[in-house]
């Protein structure tokens, strides 16, 4: 008689904890895509004025993200939600971001995040998200990041995190942005 209630005790304790976990889940809010503008708003914080002076420096780095990855002789896909995070590695000059721009796999532009040009402080960070269920970009999505500064820099820090699931497991795993250099010029 012991046994079979402290059975149905604990039957009783696990569905009340995977009631709890799938409230939790149907009542967190849902995960968005950033939006042209909404990076100057989410952001603020780490945006200063943009600076007055002539830009001395620019750059271009390109950045391979996948929002879904073939699996199984490509029978199956995982989707993946992408993070992008652009530092600023100086510590004391604003890096000025000119574009922001997301392409999918074959090449064509998904999604533009900025209005205009937005200078990020000293040390800080912004971050695009693109959700699990934004599946544009295709298994050789990038961005291309366009910054500038008034001045000698330290080169930003761009790279971005996948995260996504496929059955019981769960992947994550980030790429480095690359500076675009023009190779092969006389």
């Known amino acids: 008689m012991k046994i079979k209630a402290a059975i149905c005790h604990i039957r009783t304790r696990?569905?009340?904890?995977?009631?709890?976990?799938?409230?939790?889940?149907?009542?967190?809010?849902?995960?968005?895509?950033?939006?042209a503008g909404s990076i100057e708003q989410t952001f603020a914080n780490s945006l200063t004025a943009l600076p007055t002076e002539n830009v001395a420096a620019t750059g271009s780095f390109y950045v391979p993200v996948y929002s879904s990855v073939s699996m199984s002789q490509g029978k199956v896909r995982a989707d993946f939600s992408v993070t992008l995070s652009i530092h600023n590695a100086s510590e004391t000059r604003p890096l000025v971001l000119r574009r922001i721009a997301y392409f999918d796999t074959a090449g064509k532009m998904v999604e533009s995040y900025l209005r205009g040009p937005v200078a990020l402080k000293p040390f800080s960070t912004i971050e695009v998200f693109v959700p699990t269920t934004d599946i544009r970009g295709g298994t050789g999505a990038n961005f291309v990041v366009d910054w500038a500064a008034t001045g000698e820099i330290a080169e930003p820090v761009i790279e971005a995190l996948m995260v996504g699931g496929l059955g019981s497991g769960h992947y994550a795993f980030t790429t480095q942005g690359r500076p675009v250099k023009v190779i092969g010029k006389n």
Do not use: G, N, R
């Open 14 to 35: 696990h569905l009340v904890f995977a009631v709890l976990a799938c409230l939790s889940v149907s009542c967190a809010p849902m995960a968005h895509a950033e939006t």
